[in-house]
């Protein structure tokens, strides 16, 4: 067991870091306010081969490993979240399933635009009834005269209004639940599908999440991802490596939350010296620095399973790091905020958009309570 990056990894955590603490930061307070989608940010990341890093060169990829991806999200998310889930989202949520279950002409057509990040990809598995029961879409697909047509609403994508393509689930055979789904690959600008409500959300507030409605929308026979009825299948197994990029994002918020917390502590003076010489402090410093180091490391070793055979230890491994990272998160940026006192609480800080940042990485891809049940059964399987 080796516990040191590679060169490769180790250069790759600099380069994007670089950028973070150059361009991203700086900026995140900005498009925090605005809500506006940070395009400037994703035309950088696409130079920097993140858009489509692990995915081979054949496909115009980076063709690096996931832990290489867990690296670039982690660091970009410790420069600004919002930026980290449109990454993440990206790779994990679109590219992937189209990498895993696509055809040879699906990955010439679609991946290889995708990977260089000249088109932004998102994914729908989320329906208003439809939520932690990824199985209950209502969302419909009837073959009819050599085309697919859709009718159903998903919501809260990622990505939703910048996207040109878009991956998502629909019942293709009623009645036989989480067996009659099926997945489709549908380009922006098909008549009948549209970009519905967009979210005001309580953080990540410069990503899009927003509705997609399909209203008797006609896609080729051959937009079909996958077999029929393998739909659910595949919307978990891309949940997998999608909830490793999200333990990644909240890794690098729990990160930038201490970074502000430690510089704060050392500089700030109160009973004539610096509130880091107090133990009260020094005690959260500690369990927040440990805290992130052990989702870190959970990160790595989910990451290092994606595409190996060992599924059921992977998707474990991806619910572990996804719970304990988002947790981490929660409870640093928590104890950011407390450091920091009334200046944690307003806006002239960091620390209250990463508290809010935060949240979500225990609600999207699987509340906690999801990872919670699928580590148990994966557990309980193992006796
Ligand atoms: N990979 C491949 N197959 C899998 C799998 C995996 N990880 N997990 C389960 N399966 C298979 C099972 O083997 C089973 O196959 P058979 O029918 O052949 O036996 C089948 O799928 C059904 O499995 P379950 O009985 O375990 O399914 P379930 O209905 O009980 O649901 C669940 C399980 C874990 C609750 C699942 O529904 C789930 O993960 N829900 C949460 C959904 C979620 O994460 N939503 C987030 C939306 S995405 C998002 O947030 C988007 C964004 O833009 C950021």
């Known amino acids: 067991m080796d516990f040191n990056l590679t060169d490769e990894q180790q250069m790759l955590r600099e380069t994007v870091r670089q950028f973070a603490e150059n361009e991203l930061k700086p900026k995140a307070e900005h498009y925090d306010r605005t809500h506006e989608f940070p395009m400037e940010h994703v035309k950088k990341l696409r130079e920097m081969g993140i858009m489509g890093?692990?995915?081979?060169?054949?496909?115009?990829?980076?063709?690096?490993?996931?832990?290489?991806?867990?690296?670039?999200?982690e660091e970009v998310s410790r420069g600004d979240a919002s930026t980290g889930v449109i990454v993440s989202a990206h790779n994990?949520?679109?590219?992937?399933?189209?990498?895993?279950?696509?055809?040879?002409?699906?990955?010439?057509?679609?991946?290889?635009r995708l990977t260089t990040g000249?088109?932004?990809?998102?994914?729908?598995?989320?329906?208003?009834?439809a939520g932690s029961d990824a199985g209950g879409t209502k969302t419909t697909a009837v073959l009819k005269n050599?085309?697919?047509?859709?009718?159903?609403?998903?919501?809260?994508?990622?990505?939703?209004?910048v996207s040109q393509i878009a991956v998502v689930t629909a019942v293709t055979d009623k009645g036989i639940g989480h067996k009659g789904l099926s997945f489709f690959i549908i380009e922006k600008g098909t008549p009948g599908f549209s970009v519905g409500k967009t979210e005001d959300k309580l953080g990540i507030c410069a990503s899009s999440t927003t509705e997609l409605v399909f209203d008797n929308c006609a896609i080729p026979e051959g937009n079909m991802l996958g077999k029929r009825g393998d739909g659910f299948k595949i919307a978990m197994h891309t949940l997998d490596g999608g909830r490793v990029g999200i333990?990644?994002?909240?890794?690098?918020?729990?990160?930038a939350a201490l970074d502000t917390a430690v510089?704060?502590?050392?500089?700030?003076?109160?009973?004539?010296?610096?509130?880091?010489?107090?133990?009260?402090?020094?005690?959260?410093?500690?369990?927040?620095?440990t805290e992130i180091e052990a989702s870190r490391l959970l990160v790595y070793k989910a990451a290092s399973l994606?595409?190996?055979?060992?599924?059921?230890?992977?998707?474990?491994?991806?619910?572990?790091a996804k719970l304990f990272a988002s947790e981490t998160s929660h409870r640093?940026?928590?104890?950011?905020?407390?450091?920091?006192?009334?200046?944690?609480?307003?806006?002239?800080?960091?620390?209250?958009?990463?508290?809010?940042?935060?949240?979500?990485?225990?609600?999207?891809?699987?509340?906690?309570?999801?990872?919670?049940?699928?580590?148990?059964?994966?557990?309980?399987?193992?006796?």
């Open 306 to 320: 994606i595409g190996t055979a060992e599924r059921q230890r992977y998707s474990k491994f991806a619910a572990m």
């Open 247 to 255: 333990a990644a994002q909240a890794v690098g918020i729990a990160q």
């Open 263 to 289: 510089v704060y502590a050392k500089d700030r003076n109160q009973f004539g010296k610096p509130i880091a010489d107090f133990q009260a402090i020094q005690w959260m410093i500690a369990d927040m620095a």
């Open 146 to 161: 050599g085309s697919w047509v859709l009718n159903g609403t998903k919501n809260f994508i990622t990505n939703g209004g």
């Open 332 to 383: 640093v940026t928590h104890k950011a905020i407390q450091i920091l006192g009334g200046y944690g609480y307003v806006k002239d800080y960091p620390v209250e958009r990463f508290y809010r940042d935060a949240r979500v990485t225990e609600i999207y891809e699987g509340t906690s309570e999801i990872q919670r049940l699928v580590i148990a059964s994966n557990v309980l399987r193992e006796y």
């Open 53 to 73: 890093i692990v995915y081979p060169e054949e496909y115009n990829g980076a063709g690096m490993d996931y832990v290489s991806y867990a690296i670039a999200v």
């Open 118 to 129: 000249e088109w932004i990809g998102c994914f729908g598995i989320t329906e208003p009834e």
């Open 92 to 112: 994990s949520l679109c590219l992937s399933p189209i990498y895993y279950f696509g055809s040879e002409q699906q990955k010439k057509t679609y991946l290889s």
